[in-house]
């Protein structure tokens, strides 16, 4: 496999230098307490896979966990198509799930679904394993006509965004500001 090497934080600071606050970590400590009590309602008895899509997810994932009550199993997977920069590549699966899917209640859980290529790969990947059922629960849906399929959603959304890059919370930006808290926009990318 190919190392990747990203570029140097002079590529991402001038980004992150007139990047705004999109939603701060209280609203977002909102949404994602809203999202565990819709998973609540929805999965309490069905011991679900929580199936994190690395690395943007982890943030979410990491947050979303902590307020959910019920039992589960966590496991993750790893598929990229931006490779830190802003436009789409080929989508690359580096890691697989190590748990079984078979007969498992899925839930793939995403920072963002923007062009929904990911998702709809990785659904069709644990339907093809045989899970009992699948379903995606994104923080938020980058809000555009370009998606994989016609009105696509996941079946969990935290919030909906404009149509311009993010990062923060998760989502990077040449692999740097993932550690942000907030929810960072940027107009000119
Ligand atoms: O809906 P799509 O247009 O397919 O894009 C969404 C995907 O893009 C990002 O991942 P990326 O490929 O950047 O990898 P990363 O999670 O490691 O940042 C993000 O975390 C989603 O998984
Ligand atoms: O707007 C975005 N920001 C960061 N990563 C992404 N992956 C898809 N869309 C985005």
Redesign the pocket.
Known sequence: MSVFIPLSYDHFAPAEAQAKVLLGPEQINAIVRRLALELERDYQDKHPVLLTVMS?ALVFAGQLMTHLRFPLQLDYCHVT??RGA?R?DELQWLVSPRLALKDRHVLVLDD?L?EGHTLLHIERFVQAQGARSCASVVFCD?RHDRKAEKDMRAAYTGVDIPD????GFG???LEYGRNCPALMIVESL
């Not at 311009?164 to 990062?167: D, E, W």
């Open positions: 943007g198509r931006y802003a789409a963002i923007d980058k311009r890059f993010v990062f989502l990077d930006y």
